[in-house]
Every structure is written in C-alpha cells, then in structure tokens.
C-alpha cells in the first residue's frame, strides 16, 4: 500500500486574472461576466481539475489615466471587497492588490525591453483609448499597459487567465514575450492559455440591448450597479427594453432585449434558458421582469451587505490582502529573481 506521506501532493494548475478598479461599484457585466466566473473557477472543475487561483486589483494599471488618489484608494478597496462578497475565497484564492507586488512593475520594464514599439503600437485597447485625446497627449504608461500586464501574468507561470475577448489580443502579446525570453535567455516561463469567458456570459445594457453594458453607459437606467440601492435596480429591470411582442422567447437577433434579460435571469438563478421560455409561455412581459427583478433584489442585497460589512470594519479586509500578497510574493519573487539572473543583473550584495 502506498504511504500517503511520501504520494506528492497533486499540482494544481493556476489560473490568474485581474481587474481594474476604475468604478465605485462593479455592474452586473463585471459580476456575471468576469468576477463570478473567479469564485466559480475554485470550485473543483466538470473534468475534474481543481486549480490554484490567484486574484488581483490591478490598480497600476488604473493609473495609465488620470486618477483623483482619494478616489482610486476608495476604488481599490471597494473592488477588493467585492471580490469578497461575490464568493471569491481567500482560504481557495490568494487576493491581493498589484502595487504591493513590487515585482509587477520589475517585471512590466524587463517585457517592455522585450517589446518592440511597432508590436506595442499595433495594441488595439491602445489605440481605441488614444483615440480620443489623441495619442500624443495618451500616457507612455497607457502605451506600455500590455507589457505590465504581461508581467502580472508571467510571475505567476499560470495554465490559464480567464478575461474578457477584448484582451485576447494582450494575451497573444504575453506569449509571444514569453516565447522570446524563453528562447532568448533560458525557458523561465510558461506559456499561459486564455480563458475566454463564453460570449453568453456577455451582458448587454437594459437600455439599448444590443450595446454592451458598460460603465461608460449613454443612460444610467442600462446599467445596474452591483452596489446601488435594490430597489432601484429592480426598477431598472422592470423598465427595460423588451420588443412589440408579448413572448418569452431567446432570440438574439430579433428579441436583444427579451434575450439578455432570459441571460440574466438564468446566470443569476441557475435555470435553463429553455426552462424559463417554457415557464413563462403566455404570461407576458410584466411577470417575468417582476420575477427577474426579484432575483436580482436577492442577489445584490446579500452582495452589497457583504461589501459594506468589509468596508466598515476593515481588519478582515486588511488582513485577506495581507495575506494574499504573502502568497503572491512567494511565487513572484522567485520568478522574478530567475529573471534578473538570466538577464545578467549582478546580484544585490550584502554586507
Ligand atoms: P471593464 O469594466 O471593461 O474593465 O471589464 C472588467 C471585466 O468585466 C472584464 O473581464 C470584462 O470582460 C468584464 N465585463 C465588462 N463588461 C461586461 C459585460 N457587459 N458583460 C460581461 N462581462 C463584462
Ligand atoms: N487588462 C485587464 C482589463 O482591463 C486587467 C488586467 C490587468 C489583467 N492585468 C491582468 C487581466 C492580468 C488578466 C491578467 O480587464
């Protein structure tokens, strides 16, 4: 019979993902889109596999605009604490914030000299962002936004990174540095797999239903924020943008709004698209928003109690980001030191 003690404990690959705190409250695109899939992604998988997470606030980034710091301090921990009351767990997960990680800008500068200039130029989010103010007044640290991102991946040598489409293309760029200082220096990092997040968890303003929901929403009654007042998020979904119709039915094209509230819906209760449509059949519109708004009512209230909890007495907060950047720094620093010594930095001396 085999000693337990002596079977090696089985690895589990990491998943790493982080996200901006450039709200006051995450919207209901963010939760079912990106931080709900966090907390799911601890859970042990269909296949099996149980995975090894790794979440951070990726407020360096938010810098590469300009931020009031009072607003970003607040931003910051309010992302943190939502992370928390959506159920990402930091006995399962090491949550932390990026700038106490030194290691990520240490890292950010070792891939920016390992990019080239036309590479980062051809950076679609860049050059949409640029765009408006133009790009001769858009920070350099907006322009090297990939390679810092590139850095927070790489440290951590995860199998996968769950995001959005929209950073496919700052994915691909990770791998390729990984592959060039692989074959540059010495194999260091392993190349990471996205984890593209299904189009159907793509939740699109209640408003115009065939936009995005997004914060930078042309009407406020589009968006539901995860930490507005319930009842003001119900009356949201009640008011929103169905179709001439009376019928219950998923159709994208045809039906955008009836179909991302039957997403919504679904997402927040566990029950099938095709079981709603069939509990719903003849009953119209008006009950089936009153039903989906009491949904959300239970969700966002538990969701924005826990928030507030987190906020108002801050010594667990502190401590789970305490304690996530412990782990984190456990793993980044010797990434980064194998780093610094490929490259050929001499090591710091002590006396
Ligand atoms: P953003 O607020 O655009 O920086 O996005 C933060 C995260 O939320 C990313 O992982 C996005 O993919 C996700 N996200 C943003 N908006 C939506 C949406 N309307 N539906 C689903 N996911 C979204
Ligand atoms: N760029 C991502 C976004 O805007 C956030 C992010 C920063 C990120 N660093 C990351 C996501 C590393 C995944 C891995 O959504």
Redesign the pocket.
């Known amino acids: 019979m085999p000693d337990a003690a002596a079977t090696p404990p089985a690895v589990r690959p990491r998943v790493?993902?982080?996200?901006?705190p450039t709200a006051d409250s995450y919207h209901l695109g963010n939760y079912l889109g990106a931080v709900r899939n966090w907390a799911d992604l601890q859970s042990v998988q269909p296949d099996g596999t149980s995975y090894e997470p790794f979440f951070f606030i990726?407020d360096q980034?938010a810098i590469t605009v300009e931020q009031d710091p009072k607003v970003l301090r607040r931003r910051t921990l309010v992302a943190a604490a939502q992370l928390l009351a959506a159920g990402v767990d930091p006995e399962r997960s090491a949550i932390f914030l990026q700038s106490h990680l030194p290691e990520h800008a240490q890292l950010g500068w070792v891939m920016q000299c390992l990019t080239s200039f036309g590479e980062a130029r051809r950076m679609t989010q860049f050059k949409d962002k640029s765009a408006k103010g133009g790009e001769g007044s858009s920070s350099v640290g907006l322009f090297a936004?990939p390679m810092?991102?590139a850095a927070?991946?790489l440290l951590y040598r995860p199998a996968y990174?769950p995001?959005?489409e929209?950073?496919r293309q700052?994915l691909e760029l990770t791998r390729d540095l990984a592959q060039r200082f692989n074959s540059r220096y010495k194999k260091t990092f392993r190349l990471p797999e996205p984890y593209i997040l299904k189009e159907t968890a793509k939740i699109y303003d209640l408003q115009e239903p065939t936009a995005k929901m997004s914060k930078s929403a042309s009407s406020p009654n589009g968006l539901i924020d995860m930490l507005d007042d319930p009842t003001v998020s119900a009356k949201k979904i009640r008011s929103a943008v169905t179709d001439s119709e009376a019928e219950v039915r998923f159709d994208e094209v045809a039906k955008p709004g009836v179909s991302n509230l039957l997403r919504i819906f679904s997402a927040l209760s566990g029950v099938s698209i095709e079981k709603l449509e069939a509990d719903y059949a003849g009953k119209g519109y008006g009950v089936f928003k009153s039903d989906l708004a009491d949904v959300v009512v239970d969700v966002v209230t538990p969701f924005r109690a826990r928030t507030h909890e987190l906020l108002d007495d801050r010594t667990e907060l502190d401590g789970v980001l305490a304690r996530g950047a412990e782990r984190a720094r456990a793993v980044a620093s010797k990434t980064l030191a194998d780093v610094y010594d490929r490259v050929g930095f001499v090591p710091p001396f002590t006396v």
């Open positions: 790493l993902s982080g996200i901006q990726a980034h936004y810092l991102m927070d991946i990174v995001v959005g929209d950073q700052h």
